[in-house]
Nanobody, 126 residues
Framework: QVQLVESGGGLVQSGGSLRLSCLVSGLNWDYYAIGWFRQASVNKREGVSC????????YYADSVKGRFTISRDNATNTLYLHMNTLKPEDTAVYYC???????????????????WGKGTLVTVSS
């Protein structure tokens, strides 16, 4: 059974930092692109960052480049999102997801999302 379990969300002031974690179990990382979505409202969900299991390449949405870093700990099967210089517009529920692939273009694209976590809330106060 595949499970993606997020943690690390919370309330932080503008300019602060948080680290999100996603514990991944039940799948082979090499066959997936695993990353983060966020949803600020019902109609506003965007890909934030992803890491391709087969080659280790990582991609970011333009809105977070230079501030967020995605990383993976193979020993603990944990995906991280290190978020620095947080802004109020980063406030959202952040979801971990496993997809067939991902790529960056005008935005960050995930192709064929197969699994989702339940999300963790990040609130950035001004």
């Amino acid at each position: 059974q595949v499970q993606l379990v997020e943690s690390g969300g919370g309330l932080v002031q503008s300019g602060g930092s948080l680290r999100l974690s996603c514990l991944v179990s039940g799948l082979n990382w090499d066959y997936y692109a695993i990353g983060w979505f966020r949803q600020a409202s019902v109609n506003k969900r965007e890909g934030v960052s992803c890491i391709v299991g087969s080659d280790g390449n990582s991609y970011y949405a333009d809105s977070v480049k230079g501030r967020f870093t995605i990383s993976r700990d193979n020993a603990t099967n944990t995906l991280y999102l290190h978020m620095n210089t947080l802004k109020p517009e980063d406030t959202a529920v952040y979801y971990c997801a496993a997809a067939d692939s991902c790529a960056a273009g005008s935005r960050l694209y995930f192709h064929g999302v197969d699994y989702w976590g339940k999300g963790t809330l990040v609130t950035v106060s001004s």
